[in-house]
């Protein structure tokens, strides 16, 4: 190229813009970046290494780098080596990982997973649940439009308001799950912290609108209409003003442009019932035509045009809510903690590898919150496909099929980050009952903030933070703090590295009737 001639691999020497040295900055992955390096000596870390040789050479390159580790005093635990991926589990001290960091074949080094959902939660039975009292009187409710849902689930029972089926030829009884573990997930909110502290308190009641068949499709006709007559139904029966909708459609897209079909009608209803919508931001589950390589791309292709939002995620007046990794240890990494093969794609605190983004329409902010709605796991001595919801990185809910003596399932998507964006509106509502939609989802976007390892996942990029996470994670308590005739405001800077400030700021008596004559929130 130098002498002007045409290279033969032109499309990769024009692709770089520049080379530089691999820095120990570089090195370190997510979870290190966060928590820091460990004070207690020693500990594990997880040492990828670049997989650039192959056959003969690459043993060389391993026997190396072990022999390399043994004049460290750096203790193997074990390896994965496969023609993709060369990842090693080491016990080292803090003068070991600095002198890890400056090898030359490591590609990354982190933190081996921790946070995990425990499986004596999953199989806890009836006998081992306190008595479930019912919401008190008065208490607004809840509207759940999904697949249904089990009345019968001893954690629900208490709390159904009603069921209705607005789907043609089907029952309100709920055939596939989702409907009811959504269900369990608006009553409560947060159904793991529940069953540690060992108290369920329904605060408002639930009600369940059927719209969709038990594969989770609606092909009978335009599900709009099916969704307007739920509306209309639970509005002039039980005057019910939240409604969550964990349900897209993956083949609307929002690729910019006009708002069109479920989410022109969701904007329509909100206006005209004066009610809020919480919408899930939909999933991404890869394409048929380009296969995600969700590890080692994870988290760009979150911006490719096949992740973004779906119908009915671009509505203007709803909540749309996406989906951030709870748990990073997956089941069989439980069973086996010193196999280094099972490895998370996000981290704690990071957006799931499935959830959807933005912008919405106008460059408008998309999804608007996120809440918790699981993780994707690696088998690394297998393959790179990531495992099914089994691998116990999803949120604890309700489970259908209770008769079984499975009270509680676990699955992954942004369906069950959604419905606790919705429990939190419903316990707005209860404290605030003439509050209308746009003062609750001001509230709850008010006191919404970032964590801290999607910040740093970005490097800070407020534009890719944004459209993934939007405002961030409400923080629950903060939510629920003002008072009648008090809001907190709070100056939100954490991405600058400065502190919260708390403002109460007093309120005329009839600020809330204002707000719901039109003033917004």
Request: contains cysteine; hydrophobic residues 35%.
């Amino acid at each position: 190229m130098s002498r002007g001639e045409v290279p033969t691999r032109k499309d990769i020497i024009f692709a770089v813009k520049g080379i530089e040295g691999w820095t120990p900055e570089d090195r370190q992955g997510p979870a290190l970046r966060q928590e820091g390096i460990p004070e207690e000596e020693p500990f594990i870390v997880d040492v990828e290494l670049w997989p650039l040789e192959r056959g003969p050479r690459r043993e060389q390159m391993l026997n190396y780098f072990e022999n390399w580790c043994t004049k460290k005093n750096i203790v193997k635990i074990d390896r994965v080596n496969q023609e993709n991926i060369v990842m090693y589990r080491l016990k080292v001290t803090r003068e070991s990982l600095q002198a890890i960091l400056l090898h030359r074949d490591v590609r990354l080094v982190d933190l081996p997973p921790r946070y995990q959902l425990s499986v004596s939660l999953v199989h806890m039975s009836l006998r081992d649940l306190p008595e479930i009292p019912s919401p008190p009187d008065g208490a607004p409710g809840v509207v759940v439009l999904d697949s249904g849902v089990a009345t019968g689930h001893p954690l629900l029972a208490s709390a159904i308001g009603d069921a209705q089926s607005f789907f043609p030829g089907l029952g309100p009884q709920d055939e596939s799950g989702h409907g009811t573990m959504v269900c369990g997930l608006a009553l409560y909110g947060d159904i793991e912290k529940c069953l540690n502290e060992g108290r369920f308190i329904p605060e408002f009641r639930i009600f369940s609108g059927r719209i969709i068949d038990a594969a989770n499709r609606n092909d009978t006709g335009f599900v709009e209409n099916h969704i307007i007559a739920a509306v209309k139904y639970f509005v002039e029966h039980y005057n019910c003003r939240i409604f969550n909708l964990s349900f897209g459609d993956l083949r609307k897209i929002y690729l910019d442009g006009h708002v069109r079909g479920l989410a022109t009608v969701l904007d329509s209803l909100a206006r005209e019932y004066q009610v809020l919508f919480v919408v899930s931001a939909g999933n991404f589950e890869g394409t048929d035509v380009i296969p995600v390589d969700w590890r080692s791309e994870y988290p760009d292709y979150l911006f490719s045009p096949e992740a973004r939002i779906i119908d009915p995620a671009p509505a203007l007046n709803v909540l749309t809510v996406g989906s951030l990794a709870r748990y990073e240890q997956p089941r069989m990494g439980q069973r086996h903690p010193h196999d280094v093969g099972y490895q998370p794609i996000a981290r704690r605190d990071q957006p799931s590898p499935f959830t959807r983004t933005g912008p919405g329409p106008r460059k408008a902010i998309k999804p608007e919150v996120v809440e918790y709605g699981g993780n994707f796991s690696v088998d690394l001595r297998l393959s790179n496909h990531v495992a099914g919801p089994t691998d116990g990185l999803g949120e604890i809910s309700t489970a259908h099929n209770f008769a079984t003596g499975n009270l509680f399932k676990v699955d992954r998507g942004t369906s069950f980050a959604a419905p606790k964006i919705a429990y939190l509106a419903g316990l707005l509502l209860r404290r605030y009952p003439d509050a209308g939609p746009n003062l609750l989802r001001a509230l709850i976007v008010a006191h919404s903030r970032c964590p801290e390892a999607t910040i740093k996942l970005f490097n800070g990029d407020l534009e890719k933070i944004f459209n993934v996470v939007g405002y961030g994670k409400p923080d629950w308590e903060k939510v629920v703090y003002s008072f009648e005739n008090k809001v907190t405001l709070i100056n939100q800077e954490e991405i600058e590295g400065e502190s919260h400030h708390f403002y109460e700021i007093p309120l005329p008596e009839d600020f809330f009737g204002r707000q719901r004559e039109g003033c917004g929130g």
